[in-house]
């Protein structure tokens, strides 16, 4: 019995070990990965006096809480924010409507040089290596929209996702490739047209995809910054990115306050992320359709 009951107890031990250094391992990466962001709480609830103490506390003496409201009142924090919650939900909206569709044509209908044209579109992955302004197109597509006159508008930074992307074309693409096709074929046979399948049936079965598009899309177009230094040139319509920007180069050096708005900055995507991960974990890994 004993011989038995031996090496299972080997095993279990050596199982345990295994997990808790996988766990530990986990743990010190996620606090590695989470210390810039509570460096930066940290530094937001700072006062001047303490901001300048060497060596550096690890936390505040006195919670400072009104650098968040003096931080938002040294720059139009609250313009730049309705910018920006403009830029960001004209962007999801071109970039789930575009791509959806586009995506539906290259998996659900059967036409003639289907698969031939997709190359290019996967191919293109490469040029469009940032969201939506990339270094390669930056100079024709200004070139094109001053000629156009649409420079120092919005236009320039929400029109181009309404033509879709190709990488979000391919994540849907293979999202809608897992939807077994009986489900469209019962429905043409009741009579249903290619639209009321597209919207009834692959629509709802879609969602986490598009979830995990409209996260990116807005994530990117919050962050962006390149796109409105190049396209927006009246300091009413800049957006947060921009204006952080301008609140490093403008003021002296104020740690806490820029500090602050930076935090004020990355909240609304911190929020958004953990009310949609379940989604967007869903829809990255391509799951079957039900």
Not at 17 to 23: E, G, K, P, Y
Not at 109 to 125: Q, T
Request: aromatic residues 16%.
């Amino acid at each position: 019995m004993e011989a038995f009951i031996r090496p299972l107890s080997t095993r279990f031990l050596f199982e345990a070990r295994q997990q808790l250094a996988s766990r530990l391992f986990l743990i010190v990466t996620c606090l590695f990965y989470l210390s810039p962001m509570y460096w930066m709480v940290v530094t937001a609830l700072k006062s001047d006096t303490e901001l300048a103490k060497f060596p550096p506390t690890l936390w505040p003496q006195e919670l400072v809480w009104k650098n968040f409201d003096q931080a938002t009142k040294t720059f139009p924090f609250l313009p730049y924010l309705g910018n920006t919650i403009f830029y960001a939900a004209i962007t999801v909206i071109g970039s789930v409507l575009s791509n959806f569709i586009i995506a539906y044509g290259f998996s659900r209908i059967k036409w003639p040089g289907r698969d031939l044209l997709f190359y290019p579109v996967i191919a293109s992955i490469f040029i469009f290596v940032q969201f939506p302004v990339n270094p390669i197109t930056m100079v024709p597509m200004f070139s094109f929209f001053a000629g156009l006159g649409l420079v120092n508008s919005f236009l320039p930074l929400v029109l181009p996702p309404f033509f879709g992307n190709p990488f979000f074309i391919f994540l849907l693409r293979q999202f809608m490739l897992q939807i077994p096709t009986s489900l469209s074929e019962a429905a043409r046979l009741d009579g249903a047209n290619e639209f009321q399948i597209m919207g009834r049936i692959i629509l709802p079965l879609t969602r986490p995809a598009l979830v995990v598009v409209a996260l990116l899309a807005g994530v990117n177009a919050w962050n962006d910054f390149l796109g409105p230094l190049i396209y927006l040139q009246n300091d009413k319509l800049y957006t947060l990115s921009l204006g952080l920007t301008f609140f490093r180069t403008m003021h002296r050096i104020e740690f806490n306050l820029m500090m602050a708005a930076s935090c004020l900055v990355v909240l609304p995507v911190i929020v958004v992320f953990l009310c949609f991960q379940r989604f967007f974990l869903e829809g990255v890994t391509l799951g079957s359709g039900k």
